[in-house]
């Protein structure tokens, strides 16, 4: 009954977008979806395009568990990875709006364990980085490829929560670099970042991330992953990798994390294909969803503005391209999960891709998925023909 449930809402969500007259040929982006597949590159996942703010494409290939060739549906949940460090950014932008949070100053201010961080030479900081350099990957903390870089694999992070994680930071993890002066990609920083969150809401991650962003959008399948969370979703999809032979071997088993405990807050929210397509129209709508103000102009327009020294925009998504006069025509962020999203400003077109097959080994496959869905967009408006 809840499959059925979903599955109307998925029906009535795709079609309150009208069809245009003449429907994009998709013929080449199938192509490749069933060509994947078949040579066991990638075990399935989900592609949902809009353009113009309306869905052109919205559909699932292979399989959610290759073993009991369960189909993979255009709204299956997974865990999205990395494309958490800029939904939870999103959450931080809406408490800014509310008053409650201030981007630019140190997180010292309302992370007083921070106030004697040092760097790995022992020199004490001058200041603790803001909120802004730790969505941005400019905060100075550990990298995510140096030694100890991922410690939500770690034991001592198990059964903890997130307060406890981030307090063992301030004593234990010492800066690589002075706030604001490198980039260094760091899940450790969303961490300390989710961490400002709990204390400004006065709500704990998982609750504050539902209440600022997944409810107001409407985003009803999204959620931090824990063992209760996924009680309302059923089986997930088995996550699966290129083993040396290069044929798709399972992935180990992940720790699943009692509710309210700790997990990794820049890379374990779960979410589905229709759900990502509300916040990324939000962002491609400036702001408004449904009607109504989600965040103001003047706050959607700083999050999507560049970091300082930085390949992010203030909310985290990264900036993929601009024109010759530093406008953005290209934000996105990609997942080690095997996901991807992405807004063309330019051309008007929103791309998702879910898959749970890991990300650095489909790589190819996304950097033409995405290739293909512009050339089928954009291609067809210059009136050329495609090869399929």
Same mark, same amino acid.
């Given at each position: ?7 109307? $809402?998925?029906?009535?969500?795709? &079609? ?18 069933? #060509? ?44 999205? &990875? ?37 760097? $790995? ?24 490829? &140096? ?47 989710? #961490? $400002? ?54 992935? #180990? ?31 491609? =709508? ?43 025509? $290209? ?8 996901? =991807? ?24 496959? #996304? ?22």
């Amino acid at each position: 009954m809840k499959m059925m449930i979903n599955v109307a $809402v998925l029906v009535g969500w795709l &079609a309150s977008f009208s069809a245009s007259a003449a429907e994009p040929d998709f013929t080449p982006v199938r192509g490749l979806l069933k #060509r994947v597949v078949a040579e066991g590159k990638v075990a399935g996942g989900s592609v949902l395009v809009l353009h113009g703010g309306k869905v052109v494409f919205a559909e699932g290939f292979g399989f959610a568990d290759r073993k009991s060739k369960t189909a993979f549906q255009v709204n299956t949940p997974v865990v999205v &990875a990395s494309i958490s460090k800029p939904l939870l950014g999103t959450a931080a932008f809406r408490l800014t709006q509310k008053g409650k949070l201030d981007l630019s100053e140190p997180v010292s201010t309302y992370l007083p364990e921070f106030e004697n961080a040092k760097l $790995v030479s022992g020199a004490k900081l001058q200041r603790s980085p803001s909120m802004i350099e730790l969505l941005s990957h400019t905060s100075g903390l550990r990298p995510a490829e &140096a030694p100890g870089g991922r410690p939500w694999f770690s034991d001592f992070t198990k059964g903890k929560k997130l307060p406890a994680v981030v307090y063992h930071y301030a004593l234990e993890f010492p800066f690589y670099a002075p706030p604001g002066t490198r980039y260094a990609y760091s899940g450790i920083g969303t961490d300390v970042a989710a #961490r $400002v969150l709990e204390v400004t809401s006065r709500q704990s991650r998982n609750a504050l991330f539902v209440a600022e962003v997944a409810k107001p959008l409407g985003m009803t399948q999204t959620f931090y992953r824990d063992a209760e969370s996924v009680k309302s979703i059923g089986q997930m999809p088995t996550r699966y990798y290129l083993g040396k032979d290069k044929t798709l071997q399972v992935s #180990r088993k992940r720790y699943m994390p009692k509710q309210g405990d700790y997990s990794s807050s820049g890379g374990t929210i779960i979410s589905t294909a229709p759900d990502l397509a509300k916040w990324l129209l939000m962002i491609r =709508n400036d702001g408004k969803h449904e009607g109504g103000v989600f965040l103001k102009p003047e706050v959607m327009a700083k999050m999507l503005t560049k970091a300082p020294r930085s390949s992010n925009a203030q909310g985290g998504l990264f900036i993929r391209k601009k024109d010759t006069n530093g406008k953005v025509l $290209v934000v996105g962020h990609s997942g080690s999960s095997g996901t =991807n999203c992405w807004i063309d400003f330019k051309h008007d077109i929103i791309g998702i891709m879910l898959t749970q097959t890991r990300g650095k080994d489909i790589k190819p496959f #996304r950097i033409e998925l995405e290739k293909r869905i512009q050339q089928c967009l954009v291609s067809r408006a210059a009136g050329k023909v495609l090869t399929k």
